[in-house]
């Protein structure tokens, strides 16, 4: 439980709007899809780096991402103390290990996307909209009994 009483209220009563929020725009995803445009005019400058540069500025631009490299990264510098050799080898599997994961999942993506097309792309969204709603009125229902077996009030 929080220490402080208004954090708890505005942690649970946030983070349970936040997940209502997320299962609507899946659930308005699935009832009224837009078309993406992935055509050559949709697409981001070819000249400059502009794919290479928004996909850096995205995975820089994700605080779990800095948060989980940190954690990971920091954990096991500290473990290896400063060794030089054992840090660089852990460097390049890690960056290695980073694009193998993205080459994956980039054809992941588009292989489902052809074989799936738009309809499992709104079964999709209707199991992300299921699941974000399952887990606001699960943290809604244990909020609320927090609440009411005396865990934490505003007074």
């Known amino acids: ?3 402080v009483p208004l954090l708890h209220w505005v942690f ?8 209502l929020f997320l299962a609507w725009r899946m659930l308005r995803e699935v009832l009224w899809p837009h078309e993406l445009d992935l055509g050559p005019e949709g697409a981001a400058p ?6 290479f540069g928004r996909g850096l500025s995205l995975a820089l631009a994700s605080p779990t991402a800095i948060v989980w490299f940190a ?9 290896y103390g400063g060794q030089r050799r054992v840090l660089v080898a852990f460097a390049a599997g890690f960056f290695l290990a980073g694009v ?15 074989v799936g097309g738009r309809r499992l792309a709104r079964a999709l969204s209707l199991v992300s909209a299921l699941l974000f709603l399952y887990f606001a009125v699960t943290i809604f229902l244990r909020g609320l009994a927090a609440m009411v077996g005396g865990g934490a009030g505003l007074g």
């Open 71 to 79: 954690a990971v990264g920091g954990s096991v510098i500290a473990s």
């Open 46 to 51: 070819a000249g400059g780096g502009g794919l």
């Open 12 to 19: 649970w009563l946030g983070g349970t709007a936040v997940l």
């Open 1 to 3: 439980m929080l220490a």
């Open 100 to 114: 193998v994961w993205s080459a994956v999942l980039s054809f992941g993506a588009a292989t489902l996307s052809r």
